[in-house]
């Protein structure tokens, strides 16, 4: 089963910055996109970013220019830099792996993190 947990959530100002990070387990044969939604109050979960296996960004329109994803494939991780960060930021980021746990898998699967609180202050 593959585990997903990230870090970095916090209370940060406007304008500030926050790093998130998001790291799957060792049980994990292939990782396919890497990624990063968020769910503000009341609100659908919505993609901020994402990556691909081959280094692919695609962004938000509302994050564009601000935030930057990464992904470090020896180590199972995803980052999202988050600078400039504005008060409707704010919301819980969920983390988001396409991946297989082994290889006698077909397909890739979905698996989420549990979420981390960002909030920012104006």
């Known amino acids: 089963q593959v585990q997903v947990e990230e870090s970095g959530g916090g209370l940060v100002q406007a304008g500030g910055s926050l790093r998130l990070s998001c790291a799957a387990s060792e049980s994990i044969f292939s990782i396919n996109a890497m990624g990063w939604f968020r769910q503000a109050p009341g609100k659908q979960r919505d993609l901020v970013a994402i990556?691909?296996?081959?280094?692919?960004?695609n962004y938000a329109d509302s994050v564009k220019g601000r935030f930057t994803i990464s992904r470090d494939n020896a180590k199972n991780t995803v980052y999202v830099q988050m600078n400039s960060l504005k008060p409707e930021d704010t919301g819980v980021y969920y983390c988001y792996f396409n991946a297989k746990s082994s290889s006698w898998e077909v397909r890739y699967r979905d698996y989420w993190g549990q979420g981390t609180q960002v909030t920012v202050s104006s």
């Open positions: 990556i691909s296996s081959g280094g692919s960004t």
